[in-house]
T-cell receptor
Framework: AQSVTQLGSHVSVSEGALVLLRCNYS??????LFWYVQYPNQGLQLLLK??????LVKGINGFEAEFKKSETSFHLTKPSAHMSDAAEYFC??????????FGKGTKLSVKP | EAQVTQNPRYLITVTGKKLTVTCSQN?????MSWYRQDPGLGLRQIYY???????DKGDVPEGYKVSRKEKRNFPLILESPSPNQTSLYFC?????????????FGPGTRLLVL
């Protein structure tokens, strides 16, 4: 069955620290991978996506993710956290039916 | 402006009272879908549609109906809502042809069933 795992439902970092949000997907899903962000009381916004080509993908707001097929991972990183990064982040591989298979989400808190 | 709209944004209803949440997109997308979001569970797909008159079940279709009579609209129907359908609902659309295309999400509809 197609699945995705986001390690850590809550992650807390200090402002200026590295952000690392982990995502592992089952090898049965197509290699199309997305990260979405949801700010409090808002909808979903695409951060970045991997479809083909370079495995290191840069997105908005300074985020990037690296597709590692051998590890079935697509971890999201940002070198220096800002207070405005506090939100919930969803990893979502593309499913075989054209759907997105969402992880359970990771809530990121940023401490001053 | 490319967008997906949903109405209503907030809805409080009672058990058993039929309701419809509308979804409309202005991008001529073939693919549309509905998700529900529950705390700790992420988003789960309810139904999807690959084109007009073509719909199929997602992961959690029980208690829901959809229709796709026009390309731009994809309403979600709850014939007899129950409290376990209290949730945040998102409609989404994209071009079917390729995963390169971005999936756009509506702003969400928060539903409370008493």
């Amino acid at each position: 069955a197609q699945s995705v795992t986001q390690l850590g439902s809550h992650v807390s970092v200090s402002e200026g620290a590295l952000v690392l949000l982990r995502c592992n997907y089952s090898s049965s899903v197509p290699p199309y991978l997305f990260w979405y962000v949801q700010y409090p009381n808002q909808g979903l916004q695409l951060l970045l996506k991997y479809t083909t080509g370079a495995t290191l993908v840069k997105g908005i707001n300074g985020f990037e993710a690296e597709f590692k097929k051998s590890e079935t991972s697509f971890h999201l990183t940002k070198p220096s956290a800002h207070m405005s990064d506090a939100a919930e982040y969803f990893c979502a591989p593309g499913g075989s039916q054209g759907n997105l298979i969402f992880g359970k989400g990771t809530k990121l808190s940023v401490k001053p | 402006e490319a967008q997906v709209t949903q109405n209503p944004r907030y809805l409080i209803t009672v058990t058993g009272k039929k309701l419809t949440v509308t979804c409309s997109q202005n991008m001529n997308h073939e693919y549309m879908s509905w998700y529900r979001q529950d705390p700790g569970l992420g988003l789960r797909q309810i139904y999807y549609s690959m084109n007009v008159e073509v719909t199929d079940k997602g992961d959690v279709p029980e208690g829901y109906k959809v229709s796709r009579k026009e390309k731009r609209n994809f309403p979600l129907i709850l014939e007899s809502p129950s409290p376990n359908q209290t949730s945040l609902y998102f409609c989404a659309s994209r071009q079917w042809a390729s995963w390169v295309e971005t999936q756009y999400f509506g702003p969400g509809t928060r539903l409370l069933v008493l």
